[in-house]
């Protein structure tokens, strides 16, 4: 059984996707522990499946670093085999990338590595693209720059707004990451060689 880690930042939508699939029967991993770098909305939805959730607030750390070192502390704790990044707004400091990468994946709303960065779905807009879409990657030190596990395309429409388009892209997010997570614990999909890629 894969045991995971989530980290996010707000509503965590992609995380209860991931918790309502791990709760069914036969599912191959399980989340142990949900954290957040501040008090996020999401963390309601592990209390709602048992799950024990912690906070690392990034406010009351006198650094970027100081704060990653106290992630890493965390998540050390429960050793878990993956790190799924859902929603966490917050760049990750290179100590604690290189802690737990290539066992450490994000989502990107985008098909990368078209429109990396915080704005992907707004930048695909202004760039009147006709489709973008929705990414699996391991992290690397870049912004959204790690090798890719899973992406599909989605159509932008003509009338299109960040809202619209981003809520037809989050359905598909949460179905690339819950296949990914799957695939991962099933061996069908190798994080070392993925990484090489």
């Known amino acids: 059984m894969l045991t995971v880690a989530v980290l996010i930042s707000g509503t965590g939508s992609n995380l209860r996707a991931l918790l309502e699939a791990a709760a069914e029967p036969g599912f191959p991993a399980r989340v142990v522990v949900v954290g957040a770098d ?3 909305d999401g963390l309601a939805h592990a209390e709602a499946f048992g799950i024990p959730t912690f906070l690392v607030p990034f406010r009351e750390h006198a650094s970027r670093e100081a704060w990653g070192e106290e992630l890493d502390r965390q998540l ?6 993956l790190v799924v990044l859902s929603g966490l707004m917050r760049l990750l400091p290179a100590s604690v990338v290189d802690a737990w990468s290539p066992r450490l994946i994000n989502t990107h709303p985008a098909y990368l590595p078209e ?5 992907g779905v ?17 992290v690397d030190n870049g912004v959204d720059s790690g090798p890719i596990l899973a992406q599909e395309r989605v159509a932008v429409r003509a009338d299109d707004t960040e809202h619209t388009l981003h809520e037809r892209i989050k359905p598909v ?4 990451l819950i296949d990914v997570v799957r695939a991962i614990a099933d061996g069908e999909l190798e994080l070392a060689a993925a990484s090489m890629s």
């Open 38 to 40: 501040r008090e996020a």
């Open 76 to 81: 050390r704790v429960w050793t878990p085999d």
């Open 115 to 119: 429109f990396p960065g915080a704005h």
């Open 122 to 138: 707004r930048d695909a807009l202004a760039a009147g693209v006709a489709q973008t879409g929705a990414s699996v990657i391991v």
């Open 173 to 176: 997010e949460r179905r690339l």
